[in-house]
């Protein structure tokens, strides 16, 4: 026997939880969200410092890439959230939103009506600024957004420092302008992370038509014909069914929707019939196009203790925790990655807009596969990426069994200005550490170490060193070319009753982190559904 829903939601990320939100708001609608991991209730979620903890392990899928033949043949950590939430819950809660003229490309690549005057009001709806306001930023919106309380004075060093480099100063890289370096805006509320589950889902649980199903794996969609018609799922040892009379919605991600779809029977049909499974529609582009950021990290070991690595030490973990519970205060606010910058390899006006994006950690190590300084130091790290790569990787099935991770190339650096841009911005970052503000702090730069001097050493270390950025998208991209696997109101090509809503559709990677645009596609999504039902 299935259980019936007008929709049911396959994933609980960022855009499952808005678009379980959002579609419940009717009470006559019949809603059903099913998340492959737990509930959101592990308390380093909560405390904006948590990030760094849960970049592996039991809140991820434990996924690592395909051997990157332009880096090194290296298997890269790849962290996706396997928890309600999603990435939302795991990320270092930086609110950017990229460039307009981002969304005004996906119009050029075939996405009508995603140009960034018809998606900034999805923007600000989702949006509760607690400090910026106006025509670009909204106040009233689910997902809290705020200032840090109280910036590590490393990173205060480091925007005085990229000011001394030449980069401007930048308090919003979601206004007019992104260009320049300042402290990140973060999707934290009363000093507590706001992910999609909480800011959207969380108020919405009450409600009686809406169910939530944690713990249960999709195993694939069931179709009559070329029409969705719901799908199985595993809880436990048992398999159950879930009917959808209106729409299936995947928002399982840039990895688990393009997964999902072929084990399901859509996709490439060759690939497809390699691992057996029958093919329902075939559709060349699903797994094809991923796009991902590619970080390179450089690390300084500091004269003293005045990162965030002081509080490794247990008394000062304790006495920070302490802070936190009894007051709301203290370093366990801070997200870690406190500080950024939006620049131009070339210099300023060599490209129409930000090509680099920079990400300041007010320590080190603090991430799985991030070089650390000697123990007992303290450190500080600066992370940079090319904004827009031309690189496209795959997503594909490993076997037929659901229980399989997929196999994962990004193939990062697989195109020479990647790695051209990538250089430039481990060069920059460089020079940023060598300017007076951070010099006061700095002993000396552990990596890269002197060695490193020339273009073939830069771009060696960039192979060496680099990793994912955790913004995977484009992997079902909507257009109407060949390859397109959704259309603009993101149906599916060639079947009814189903729509991708999630990162997996951008057409192209926008120039910023991904989890604000990720919940502006929901928010479209859900007056694309609405309107339709």
Same mark, same amino acid.
């Given at each position: 026997m299935?259980?019936?829903?007008?929709?049911?939601?396959?994933?609980?990320?960022?855009?499952?939880?808005?678009?379980?939100?959002?579609?419940?708001?009717?009470?006559?609608?019949r809603?059903?969200?099913?998340?492959?991991?737990?509930?959101?209730?592990?308390?380093?979620?909560?405390?904006?410092?948590?990030?760094?903890?849960?970049?592996?392990?039991?809140?991820?899928?434990?996924?690592?890439?395909?051997?990157?033949?332009?880096?090194?043949?290296?298997?890269?950590?790849?962290?996706?959230?396997?928890?309600?939430?999603?990435?939302?819950?795991?990320?270092?809660?930086?609110?950017?939103?990229?460039?307009?003229?981002?969304?005004?490309?996906?119009?050029?690549?075939?996405?009508?009506g995603?140009?960034?005057?018809?998606?900034?009001?999805?923007f600000?709806?989702?949006?509760?600024?607690?400090?910026?306001?106006?025509?670009?930023?909204?106040?009233?919106?689910?997902?809290?957004?705020s200032?840090?309380?109280?910036?590590?004075?490393?990173?205060?060093?480091?925007?005085?420092?990229?000011?001394?480099?030449?980069?401007?100063?930048?308090p919003?890289?979601?206004?007019?302008?992104?260009?320049g370096?300042?402290?990140?805006?973060?999707?934290?509320?009363?000093?507590?992370?706001?992910?999609?589950?909480?800011?959207?889902?969380?108020?919405?649980?009450?409600?009686?038509?809406?169910?939530?199903?944690?713990?249960?794996?999709v195993?694939?969609?069931?179709?009559?014909?070329?029409?969705?018609?719901?799908?199985?799922?595993?809880?436990?040892?048992?398999?159950?069914? =879930?009917? !959808?009379? $209106? %729409?299936?919605? +995947?928002? *399982?991600?840039?990895? &688990?929707s393009?997964?999902?779809?072929?084990? #399901?029977?859509?996709?490439?049909?060759?690939?497809?019939?390699?691992?057996?499974?029958?093919?329902?529609q075939?559709?060349?582009?699903?797994?094809?196009?991923?796009?991902d950021?590619?970080?390179?990290?450089?690390?300084?070991?500091?004269?003293?203790?005045?990162?965030?690595?002081?509080?490794?030490?247990?008394?000062?973990?304790?006495?920070?925790?302490?802070?936190?519970?009894?007051?709301?205060?203290g370093?366990?606010?801070?997200?870690?990655?406190?500080?950024?910058?939006?620049?131009?390899?070339?210099?300023?006006?060599?490209?129409?807009?930000?090509?680099?994006?920079?990400?300041?950690? =007010?320590? !080190?190590g $603090? %991430?799985?596969? +991030?070089? *650390?300084?000697?123990? &007992?130091?303290?450190?500080?790290?600066?992370? #940079?990426y090319?904004?827009?790569?031309?690189?496209?990787?795959?997503?594909?099935?490993?076997?037929?069994?659901?229980k399989?991770?997929?196999?994962?190339?990004?193939?990062?650096?697989?195109?020479?200005?990647?790695?051209?841009?990538?250089?430039?911005?481990?060069?920059?970052?460089?020079?940023?550490?060598?300017?007076?503000?951070?010099?006061?702090?700095?002993?000396?730069?552990?990596f890269?170490?002197?060695?490193?001097?020339?273009r073939?050493?830069?771009?060696t270390?960039?192979?060496?060193?680099?990793?994912?950025?955790?913004h995977?998208?484009?992997?079902?991209?909507?257009?109407?070319?060949?390859? !397109?696997?959704?259309?603009?109101?993101?149906?599916?090509?060639?079947?009814?009753?189903?729509?991708?809503?999630?990162? #997996?559709?951008?057409?192209?990677?926008?120039?910023?982190?991904?989890?604000?645009?990720?919940?502006?596609?929901a928010?479209?999504?859900?007056?694309l559904?609405?309107?339709?039902?």
């Open positions: 299935a259980d019936v829903f007008d929709y049911v939601i396959v994933g609980g990320g960022s855009a499952g939880c808005v678009l379980a939100a959002r579609l419940s708001e009717d009470p006559a609608v809603v059903c969200l099913i998340e492959a991991g737990k509930r959101d209730s592990h308390p380093l979620i909560h405390m904006p410092v948590g990030f760094a903890k849960m970049t592996t392990g039991p809140l991820t899928w434990g996924l690592v890439t395909a051997p990157q033949k332009h880096a090194m043949n290296r298997e890269i950590p790849y962290a996706q959230a396997r928890v309600l939430g999603g990435g939302s819950s795991i990320n270092a809660e930086i609110f950017t939103r990229g460039h307009p003229s981002d969304y005004d490309r996906w119009v050029t690549e075939g996405a009508t995603w140009g960034f005057d018809q998606v900034r009001k999805y600000l709806r989702s949006e509760g600024n607690t400090v910026l306001s106006g025509a670009w930023h909204g106040t009233d919106g689910p997902l809290g957004v200032n840090l309380p109280s910036p590590n004075p490393t990173t205060l060093a480091f925007v005085q420092s990229c000011q001394e480099r030449g980069l401007n100063y930048n919003d890289f979601s206004g007019p302008e992104q260009a370096a300042g402290v990140y805006q973060t999707t934290i509320r009363n000093n507590r992370r706001c992910s999609a589950a909480v800011g959207y889902l969380r108020p919405a649980l009450g409600r009686k038509n809406l169910r939530l199903i944690t713990g249960a794996q195993l694939r969609l069931s179709f009559q014909g070329n029409r969705a018609t719901g799908v199985e799922y595993a809880l436990g040892s048992a398999v159950h069914q =879930a009917r !959808a009379e $209106a %729409e299936v919605i +995947v928002t *399982s991600g840039a990895v &688990g393009p997964k999902l779809l072929m084990l #399901s029977g859509i996709g490439p049909a060759a690939h497809l019939q390699s691992h057996g499974v029958k093919v329902v075939d559709l060349p582009g699903v797994g094809q196009n991923l796009q950021h590619f970080g390179i990290d450089i690390v300084a070991e500091l004269k003293g203790h005045d990162s965030l690595d002081k509080y490794n030490s247990l008394h000062r973990m304790v006495w920070a925790g302490l802070q936190y519970m009894l007051f709301n205060s370093p366990v606010t801070s997200n870690v990655v406190e500080g950024g910058a939006f620049w131009y390899a070339d210099g300023p006006g060599s490209a129409p807009a930000p090509d680099l994006q920079f990400h300041f950690l =007010a320590g !080190a $603090a %991430e799985a596969g +991030v070089p *650390s300084v000697r123990k &007992g130091s303290s450190g500080i790290t600066l992370n #940079s090319t904004l827009r790569p031309k690189a496209r990787g795959t997503v594909t099935l490993r076997s037929a069994d659901p399989d991770n997929p196999v994962v190339d990004p193939n990062f650096l697989g195109h020479p200005d990647d790695l051209r841009v990538s250089v430039e911005g481990v060069k920059l970052s460089r020079e940023i550490f060598s300017q007076p503000s951070l010099q006061k702090y700095i002993r000396e730069i552990r890269p170490d002197n060695s490193v001097r020339t073939a050493d830069y771009e270390y960039a192979r060496q060193y680099g990793r994912t950025s955790y995977p998208t484009c992997t079902c991209k909507m257009g109407t070319d060949e390859m !397109a696997v959704v259309a603009p109101d993101l149906r599916i090509r060639g079947l009814d009753g189903i729509r991708i809503c999630d990162s #997996s559709v951008m057409p192209s990677l926008v120039g910023s982190n991904t989890n604000a645009p990720t919940i502006m596609i928010e479209r999504a859900a007056d559904i609405r309107g339709n039902h």
